[in-house]
């Protein structure tokens, strides 16, 4: 099972990125899938997760209004609009699949990651 992030780079404060996960090895069409992010310095940290349906989703407070998160079941892959982007959104951007249901933002409580993608936002 791989996880492959991209869509990373350097883009100007208010600018935007499209953040694209592609899952291969299993379909996680009825997992939940979702993003985080490590700032350098810090621990990484939730950003957004989507259920299986893409009925059910969350964004961590900092990013409500500015990213968006989506899926395509039968392209195995979760996308992350990110518009508005700050200085502050700059970190390493994780894609993360089959999440435990209750603990979603937690971390450890995903099995899957990816191998991250930087994102780098200049003031």
């Known amino acids: 099972v791989q996880l492959q992030a991209s869509g990373g780079g350097l883009v100007q404060a208010g600018g935007s990125l499209r953040l694209s996960c592609a899952a291969s090895?299993?379909?996680?069409?009825?997992?939940?899938m979702g993003w985080f992010r490590q700032a350098p310095g810090k621990e990484r940290e939730f950003v957004a997760y989507i259920s299986g349906s893409g009925g059910s989703l969350l964004y961590t407070d900092s990013v409500k209004g500015r990213f968006t998160i989506s899926r395509d079941n039968a392209k195995n892959t979760v996308w992350l609009q990110m518009n508005s982007l700050k200085p502050e959104d700059t970190a390493v951007y994780f894609c993360a699949a089959r999440g435990a249901i209750g603990a979603l933002t937690r971390t450890q409580r995903w099995d899957y990651w990816g191998q991250g993608t930087l994102v780098t936002v200049s003031s």
């Open positions: 090895g299993r379909t996680f069409s009825r997992d939940y």
